[in-house]
């Protein structure tokens, strides 16, 4: 049974999704929330206890209201986030339902209707899709890795370093996700930090501002081919830093393949390993849109300003710079949706223009 018909439907109540319906409102479109979470924080409800944003609190806002200014060190915790994001919702009391998850988005000749995990359904003219990545974690097919008897852990579930302390602990993987966690992890444990390559350290002095703005630059395509600085670089945060300092942050090229208490690494020598924490990315949570034939082996979407091609009644905003510069932080998520919901208004309002 439909429940309700909208001209627009926002999948996702995090970041990305909070931002959009603040330009929506503004644009007096007609809009609901579904979220699959049982309350505000989106994907930051899942993040490891210490976690801190890499950019300052002036430089990490939804639009429209400011987070306050961190009370520690000057880069938001993760409770600090979730605080904030829990509040801008009530704040501007979206229409939003919670523990709603979405299974499947189809097509019918005026409406798309989304089908969710409990039997409800809804129908809307257009549907924005904001449900980022952390619901769909990436763990590279390594050889052996079925037969490794030891712990493994992707980083959408680590929580704190805890379980690990007096353990030897492989870190897989070398953006800011894998140095913060093994700047705590190693100082209860003894790690080893496999990574591609070397990885790549920003001054001290530099945060996520710059990132956003070189990332965003790069997608403009007018940023300066000499620079090479990306969202994958490693902003020093204090705890990183203090990492540095323990002389741990150094990493060793990949491992050939697991045995069945360790690994094997390419001059034949082996290292046991009680376990593995894989900090290798995310891909596109997009499953539920598989349904409409539009989704690529990556997840991805093709797009051209966060519409789908092959679906025009179909929005994609929050993940990362294929939706727009940074769309996957804080500060990009309002940038990218200060942008998408006009372009959703004008089509709406324009006869033929889903067809």
Same mark, same amino acid.
């Given at each position: 049974?439909?429940?309700?018909?909208?001209?627009?439907?926002?999948?996702?109540?995090?970041?990305?999704?909070?931002?959009?319906?603040?330009?929506? *409102?503004?644009?007096?479109?007609? =809009?609901?929330?579904?979220?699959?979470?049982? *309350?505000?924080?989106?994907?930051?409800?899942?993040?490891?206890?210490?976690?801190?944003?890499?950019? %300052?609190?002036?430089?990490?806002?939804?639009? /429209?209201?400011p987070i306050p200014p961190s009370r520690s060190d000057g880069f938001p915790s993760r409770d600090e986030v979730i605080d904030y994001l829990t509040?801008?919702?009530?704040?501007?009391? =979206? &229409?939003?339902? *919670?523990?709603?998850?979405?299974?499947?988005?189809?097509?019918?000749?005026?409406?798309?209707?989304?089908?969710?995990?409990?039997?409800r359904t809804f129908t809307a003219r257009a549907v924005v899709s904001a449900t980022g990545t952390w619901s769909a974690p990436y763990i590279p097919?390594?050889?052996?890795?079925?037969? =490794?008897?030891?712990?493994?852990?992707?980083?959408?579930?680590?929580?704190?370093?805890? %379980?690990?302390? /007096? $353990? @030897?602990?492989?870190?897989?993987?070398?953006?800011?996700? /894998?140095?913060?966690?093994?700047?705590? #992890?190693?100082?209860? !444990?003894?790690?080893?930090?496999?990574?591609? $390559?070397? %990885?790549? =350290?920003?001054?001290?002095?530099?945060?996520?501002?710059?990132?956003?703005?070189?990332?965003?630059?790069?997608?403009?395509?007018?940023?300066?081919?000499?620079?090479?600085?990306?969202?994958?670089?490693?902003?020093? #945060?204090? &705890?990183? $830093?203090?990492?540095?300092?323990?002389?741990?942050?150094?990493?060793?090229?990949?491992?050939?393949?697991?045995?069945?208490?360790?690994?094997?690494?390419?001059?034949?020598?082996e290292t046991h390993v009680d376990a593995v924490l894989w900090c290798t990315g995310f891909r596109p949570a997009t499953g539920h849109l598989r349904?409409?034939?539009?989704?690529?082996?990556?997840?991805?979407?093709?797009?051209?300003?966060?519409?789908?091609?092959?679906?025009?009644?179909?929005?994609?905003?929050?993940?990362?710079?294929?939706?727009?510069?940074?769309?996957?932080?804080?500060?990009?998520?309002?940038?990218? !949706? *200060?942008?998408?919901?006009? @372009?959703? $208004?004008?089509?709406?309002?324009?006869?033929?223009?889903?067809?």
């Amino acid at each position: 049974m439909n429940e309700g018909d909208h001209d627009v439907v926002v999948i996702g109540g995090g970041q990305a999704g909070l931002a959009v319906a603040y330009y929506l *409102r503004r644009a007096g479109v007609d =809009f609901l929330m579904l979220d699959a979470e049982d *309350r505000p924080g989106g994907a930051w409800l899942h993040a490891w206890d210490s976690l801190h944003l890499f950019s %300052p609190a002036t430089y990490s806002s939804l639009p /429209g209201w400011p987070i306050p200014p961190s009370r520690s060190d000057g880069f938001p915790s993760r409770d600090e986030v979730i605080d904030y994001l829990t509040r801008y919702e009530q704040r501007y009391a =979206f &229409p939003i339902e *919670r523990s709603c998850h979405v299974e499947t988005v189809e097509r019918d000749p005026e409406r798309l209707c989304l089908q969710l995990r409990n039997g409800r359904t809804f129908t809307a003219r257009a549907v924005v899709s904001a449900t980022g990545t952390w619901s769909a974690p990436y763990i590279p097919d390594h050889p052996g890795r079925e037969l =490794f008897r030891g712990g493994q852990l992707h980083s959408a579930e680590y929580r704190s370093p805890i %379980p690990f302390a /007096g $353990k @030897r602990v492989l870190v897989v993987g070398g953006g800011n996700s /894998g140095a913060q966690i093994l700047a705590e #992890v190693s100082a209860l !444990a003894e790690t080893v930090w496999v990574t591609l $390559k070397d %990885p790549v =350290f920003l001054p001290d002095d530099v945060d996520g501002r710059v990132l956003f703005e070189r990332a965003s630059a790069r997608v403009r395509g007018d940023f300066d081919q000499a620079s090479t600085t990306t969202l994958g670089d490693i902003v020093m #945060v204090p &705890p990183v $830093k203090e990492a540095r300092d323990r002389g741990v942050l150094k990493s060793v090229r990949p491992f050939l393949r697991f045995t069945i208490d360790g690994v094997l690494w390419a001059d034949g020598t082996e290292t046991h390993v009680d376990a593995v924490l894989w900090c290798t990315g995310f891909r596109p949570a997009t499953g539920h849109l598989r349904s409409l034939g539009v989704v690529g082996p990556d997840g991805r979407i093709e797009v051209v300003d966060q519409r789908a091609v092959e679906e025009p009644r179909l929005w994609l905003q929050g993940y990362g710079n294929w939706t727009g510069a940074a769309s996957a932080t804080l500060i990009g998520a309002g940038r990218t !949706a *200060r942008e998408l919901a006009p @372009r959703i $208004k004008a089509a709406l309002q324009m006869p033929g223009s889903f067809i």
